[in-house]
């Protein structure tokens, strides 16, 4: 587990906004009882400490993606994983910069989108998107990095924001035998981001969403001719597939308020953060994350974290690799 410093010091910046700044490298949370990667043993190509752009060929496609070493990084010890999506019209390089992401004790990889109809870059769930098979090319990098570095396999989290936090939710469907929570920020949730609801299994959700958000707003609406729901409706859709139980909340400063339904079936769990005023933007971002107001009252890195930390993987895997 957590050496308790380093927990505490995530959790008063979960709390307590950029202010306490973004957390550090620290302890590796205890694997022992997650399966091991092959890459572990083997020499990485990133250093420890350093962000490097690599490539892959996914469907008949190259794709770029950055990879992010932590600090204390050991090839012999089981470390983490985060998948960080960027949203539409934004980088690899942008979602690095704003998140603060690379500062957790996890490779963290920035894959980059592809070029969608709207001309920038896009994922896949999105109207716009350029039809590329986005789910295949996140298998094909999480098993590229799995034989490049030691990863814990039963702790492989993904977060994204807008495009990127709507293809999150999508892979929440689609691969949740091989991600172990998700933890969307200012989602972009079009109808075809529930691809494969219907039948897949609970997973542990997290969601953080602006009321004034000027993109994606808060009550839903239309946008490139299609309807997406309010964060009411698509946070109800998440309590019932995880038949949680009755709602909480708690007000975080003056402009936050946590809603919590647990207990939820096998252990999962859905909270939503609402930032009152706030916009189209990475709570705690430390460079600019889009438009409308950015709060500092918390940190969506270190409350995703924390999230992340009591979600492991136990769900079984799936016989055709999911």
């Not at 927990?7 to 906004?17: E, F, I, P, V």
């Not at 091989?178 to 542990?204: D, K």
């Amino acid at each position: 587990m957590l050496r308790l410093p380093v927990l505490a010091a995530l959790l008063s910046l979960a709390c307590c906004g950029a202010a306490a700044g973004v957390p550090q490298p620290g302890t590796a949370v205890d694997q022992t009882a997650s399966p091991a990667s092959a890459g572990c043993l083997t020499p990485p190509p990133v250093a420890p400490g350093e962000t490097a752009t690599l490539t892959l060929t996914s469907g008949g496609q190259q794709r770029s993606y950055l990879v992010h070493v932590p600090a204390g990084y050991r090839s012999a010890d089981r470390t983490p994983l985060v998948l960080a999506f960027h949203g539409s019209g934004e980088s690899d390089t942008r979602i690095e910069s704003y998140s603060g992401l690379s500062a957790l004790d996890a490779i963290v990889l920035y894959p980059e989108g592809t070029i969608g109809t709207n001309g920038e870059t896009s994922w896949e769930g999105a109207p716009y998107s350029s039809g590329v098979d986005d789910v295949r090319f996140v298998q094909d990098l999480l098993a590229r990095t799995q034989q490049q570095f030691c990863v814990d396999q039963g702790r492989i989290y993904a977060t994204g924001k807008s495009n990127g936090g709507g293809f999150t939710a999508l892979l929440a469907c689609r691969l949740p035998r091989r991600i172990a929570a998700f933890a969307p920020v200012a989602g972009a949730y079009y109808p075809e981001t529930t691809q494969g609801c219907r039948t897949s299994p609970p997973v542990p959700m997290l969601e953080f969403h602006g009321t004034a958000d000027p993109v994606i707003h808060y009550d839903g609406g239309t946008s490139h001719g299609e309807q997406y729901p309010s964060i009411a409706q698509w946070l109800s859709t998440w309590t019932d597939k995880d038949r949680c139980s009755a709602e909480s909340r708690r007000s975080i400063g003056s402009d936050v308020v946590e809603f919590d339904w647990t207990p939820c079936v096998r252990g999962t769990e859905v909270t939503h953060y609402q930032v009152i005023g706030g916009g189209h933007t990475w709570p705690g971002a430390v460079a600019p994350s889009g438009p409308g107001h950015t709060t500092q009252t918390i940190s969506a890195t270190a409350v995703m974290w924390e999230f992340f930390t009591r979600h492991p993987l136990d769900r079984p895997a799936h016989p055709g690799g999911w």
